[in-house]
């Protein structure tokens, strides 16, 4: 069991207890705001169902109308430590009482402080230094430059599959869903793209799809159609997230290493959703023991607060002069006060609160894939974790209706989920999830599944 416990809960909620839905969903006060919202808000915003929120704390949140959810996708994996941890609260404030910001034109000690504490946790063989932005997309628009300007190239290697973010830049790269490049042509130029090695769905012959993407790289693309010297870096997710929580098969990061090494390419990890903990380490790659030259971070790391970072080898970071990159927002004080109790907390606890209750996690959706056909394949690493459904388990026909079918009804039933790939739902609670809690939402998530069948 876990020794870890949710901090703060409200309204006399526990782990354990029962899910507390008061009204039909959505209730009258969820209603009237979601009409308000329809006339003065975006309608571009890929919403799956209409849950409006009031509160949190650690796993559970509550929406205006009373009533509970288990939350499983904090946030989309931003929400690291759950609903308003208190220690990142206090961080929070205690930097809110000395100023709200200053630009990156000047100097403030939490910036520096995440700035050494990144260069002392990432993984890249060498010293770190980190450039400091709001969000995922912006990191990789930055590392894109970083790799341009080093490099002195313009092409790039992406993934089939993969989210890198929806700025003109990383949009060039993302390819989970063509909704999130249609209208929006030409993105930037002189991104390829090449299959994400999927063991479940192979694209090419051979037991072995990491090293037959590796083959065709090196023996198809570079020989026919990119070449190599050309290339700036190759952008890849450690674990595939939007394009369907695909975990690589063993030697693919390390085979993309190699490639990097012999071109002078620059090897780029995005680590915006695996990283900070969610894979049951610190940052993804360390599952198999590859070193990035650029990692981009996000999500996680501010628990909430809107930050994200480039994080390079120092020999790479030091080459861009003053002016070549800038940001104004960048190492606000509040989201670097965030982060660093973030850090703190993923690195003392929730990391290994991941791997542990992760193991727990998978092996309670394997016992419910035995007694469901319909669950094609059980995957993940620490709490990201994707169960893909088909319609067919020797075809393995994605079954997409029944995938949207379901995390509707987890809505109602008072689980929070999202979907990514072809139909996989995905589950992505907050590090401090605990087994009990995970019991709780396998519950919610059978009787949903039961329901979706039927429907």
């Given at each position: 069991m876990s020794n870890v416990k949710n901090p703060d809960i409200r309204d006399g909620a526990t782990a354990a207890s029962a899910?507390?839905?008061?009204?039909e969903l959505p209730g009258p006060k969820a209603r009237a705001m979601l009409a308000r919202d329809a006339e003065v808000v975006s309608p571009s915003y890929p919403r799956d169902y209409p849950f409006v929120m009031s509160h949190g704390r650690g796993v559970e949140v509550w929406d205006v109308d009373g009533n509970r959810f288990l939350d499983f996708a904090a946030g989309i994996a931003v929400c690291s430590t759950g609903h308003c941890h208190s220690q990142v609260v206090k961080a929070i404030k205690d930097a809110a009482d000395e100023f709200l910001h200053i630009s990156s034109d000047y100097w403030h000690e939490r910036q520096i402080a995440l700035a050494e504490k990144l260069n002392a946790l990432a993984p890249l063989d060498e010293a770190a230094m980190s450039f400091f932005c709001q969000s995922g997309t912006e990191a990789v628009e930055g590392a894109l430059k970083l790799a341009r300007y080093v490099t002195g190239r313009s092409r790039f290697i992406g993934f089939l599959g993969g989210f890198h973010g929806r700025t003109m830049g990383s949009l060039a790269f993302t390819?989970?869903?063509?909704?999130?490049?249609?209208?929006?042509?030409?993105?930037?130029p002189g991104v390829t793209h090449v299959?994400?090695?999927?063991?479940?769905?192979?694209?090419?012959?051979?037991?072995?799809?990491?090293?037959?993407?590796?083959?065709?790289?090196?023996n198809v693309l570079f020989a026919a159609n990119v070449p190599a010297a050309e290339v700036a870096g190759i952008l890849v997710e450690p674990i595939q997230g939007e394009g369907g929580y695909i975990v690589p098969p063993d030697g693919f990061l390390a085979g993309l290493r190699r490639i990097c090494d012999r071109h002078g390419i620059l090897l780029i990890f995005d680590e915006v959703q695996c990283g900070i903990g969610r894979s049951g380490k610190m940052f993804a790659a360390q599952h198999w023991g590859v070193a990035p030259d650029i990692m981009t971070l996000a999500k996680g790391l501010g628990s909430g607060m809107p930050i994200g970072a480039i994080v390079a080898r120092k020999s790479i970071m030091r080459q861009w002069k003053r002016g070549a990159h800038g940001n104004t927002y960048g190492g606000n004080p509040l989201c670097c006060a965030a982060a660093l109790a973030t850090l703190e907390l993923v690195e003392k606890e929730y990391a290994a609160n991941a791997a542990r209750v992760g193991a727990y996690f998978m092996a309670r959706l394997g016992e419910l894939k035995q007694r469901h056909a319909v669950i094609g394949e059980v995957r993940g690493k620490g709490l990201m974790i994707g169960m893909e459904l088909v319609k067919d388990q020797a075809a393995?026909?994605?079954?997409?209706?029944l995938c949207d079918g379901l995390i509707t009804r987890a809505y109602h039933h008072g689980l929070l989920l999202l979907s990514c790939g072809m139909s996989t739902v995905r589950f992505m609670p907050p590090l401090l999830v605990s087994e009990v809690q995970v019991?709780?939402?396998?519950?919610?998530l059978e009787a949903a599944l039961l329901e979706a069948q039927v429907a």
């Open positions: 899910p507390h839905i008061r009204t390819s989970s869903k063509y909704t999130q490049q249609q209208g929006f042509f030409p993105a930037m299959p994400y090695p999927n063991p479940y769905r192979p694209l090419f012959a051979g037991a072995d799809q990491g090293k037959a993407v590796l083959d065709y790289i090196e393995r026909t994605p079954a997409k209706d019991d709780e939402a396998i519950s919610l």
